[in-house]
Nanobody
Framework: QVQLVESGGGLVQAGESLRLSCAASRIIFRRNVMGWYRQSPGKQRELVAKITTSGSMNYADSVKGRFTISRDNAKNTVYLQMNSLQPEDTAVYYC?????????WGKGTLVTVSS
């Protein structure tokens, strides 16, 4: 059974940083586009960042310049470095794996940013 396990969420103050990790198992990690999504109460899930199999990265406009996505194919892990966090970044952050045929989701990790 495929597993995506997120970690690294927590409560921080505005301006601080967090690093999220997503460890994948039972998928051919290097063949998957890996992404981070987030969902705030009352809002739809939105793409935060994604990284392709070749390492190309895309970011939501709201996080450009503050967040960095990276992947370590040897560790089957994708990361999201989040700097200069703001209260509007508060959400449950979900890891996503997509190989163009199937996609998988993690259960999410909560990030709370206080003002």
């Amino acid at each position: 059974q495929v597993q995506l396990v997120e970690s690294g969420g927590g409560l921080v103050q505005a301006g601080e940083s967090l690093r999220l990790s997503c460890a994948a198992s039972r998928i051919i990690f290097r063949r998957n586009v890996m992404g981070w999504y987030r969902q705030s109460p009352g809002k739809q899930r939105e793409l935060v960042a994604k990284i392709t199999t070749s390492g190309s990265m895309n970011y939501a406009d709201s996080v450009k310049g503050r967040f960095t996505i990276s992947r370590d194919n040897a560790k089957n892990t994708v990361y999201l470095q989040m700097n200069s966090l703001q209260p509007e970044d508060t959400a449950v952050y979900y890891c996503n794996a997509n190989d163009a045929y199937t996609e998988y989701w993690g259960k999410g990790t909560l990030v709370t940013v206080s003002s």
